[in-house]
């Protein structure tokens, strides 16, 4: 098992940043990657960024929506991944989730952090 706590949302105003931090613990050693996806209420949860774990480069990858403005990046020896939020928009308002995987699909969840930006 593996589990994962976020931190670092909160209310912003359009066109500031945000930094978001998720920690995992447990069997790290099984992951392959970890990202973020977030969730507005009468929506699906959806794909943010995530990147690959373990040894050697960290390869990220992005929802078109956020490309140039998020950045998701990790630090192995923390055990913690980031995901660097700037130019907000107030559709970007959602709950963020960070998320964990080892082969598969995304199987770890944490229980998410409110985002809120104000117009």
């Given at each position: 098992?593996v589990?994962?706590?976020e931190?670092?949302g909160?209310?912003v105003?359009?066109g500031?940043?945000?930094?978001?931090?998720?920690v995992?613990?447990?069997?790290?050693?099984?992951?392959?990657a970890m990202?973020?996806f977030r969730?507005?209420?009468?929506?699906?949860r959806e794909?943010?960024?995530?990147?690959?774990?373990?040894?050697g480069?960290?390869?990220a990858?992005y929802?078109?929506?956020?490309?140039g403005?998020?950045t998701?990046?990790?630090?192995?020896?923390?055990?913690t991944?980031?995901l660097?939020?700037n130019s907000?928009k107030p559709?970007?308002?959602?709950v963020?989730?960070c998320?964990?995987r080892?082969?598969?699909?995304?199987e770890?969840?944490?229980?998410g952090?409110?985002?809120t930006?104000?117009?």
């Amino acid at each position: 098992q593996v589990q994962l706590v976020e931190s670092g949302g909160g209310l912003v105003q359009a066109g500031d940043s945000l930094r978001l931090s998720c920690v995992a613990s447990g069997r790290i050693v099984s992951l392959s990657a970890m990202g973020w996806f977030r969730q507005v209420p009468g929506k699906e949860r959806e794909f943010v960024g995530d990147i690959t774990w373990g040894d050697g480069g960290g390869w990220a990858n992005y929802a078109n929506f956020v490309k140039g403005r998020f950045t998701v990046s990790r630090n192995n020896a923390k055990d913690t991944v980031y995901l660097q939020m700037n130019s907000l928009k107030p559709e970007d308002t959602a709950v963020y989730y960070c998320a964990a995987r080892g082969a598969g699909a995304y199987e770890f969840w944490g229980r998410g952090t409110q985002v809120t930006v104000s117009s």
